[in-house]
């Protein structure tokens, strides 16, 4: 299976989800929360784009609406083949942020 490189980034963000202080994960990322840790500029359309072409990859699905920031969400989860994926791609892909830290995006 071939992911563009944005969708692979964007794939690298789902599998993180939502992290507490300590780092534990504590659930998954709506839309919006994607496009704010994308390394990139991104619009919410273009990033429901990419989530509905990685549900359709079959790496990515939709969770139960939950209420967050005083509105119904979405939040989005990997599938243990988006998990597999980003295993195997966890070594190749290196991106600079703005400030010129290199992070580490599957």
């Not at 690298?12 to 919006?32: H, P, T």
């Amino acid at each position: 299976m071939r992911l563009t490189k944005k969708q692979t980034i964007i794939l690298a963000i789902v599998c993180e989800g939502l992290k507490d202080e300590n780092g534990s994960r504590i659930g998954w990322l709506d839309a919006q929360e994607i496009c704010d840790r994308a390394p990139y500029e991104v619009s919410i359309h273009s990033m429901k784009f990419v989530i509905r072409a990685l549900v359709k990859h079959g790496m990515a699905e939709k969770c139960e609406d939950i209420l967050r920031r005083d509105r119904w969400v979405v939040p989005v989860k990997p599938t243990n083949l988006a998990f597999d994926y980003a295993m195997r791609k966890a070594d190749q892909r290196e991106i600079e942020n703005d400030n010129g830290v290199v992070e580490l995006y599957l």
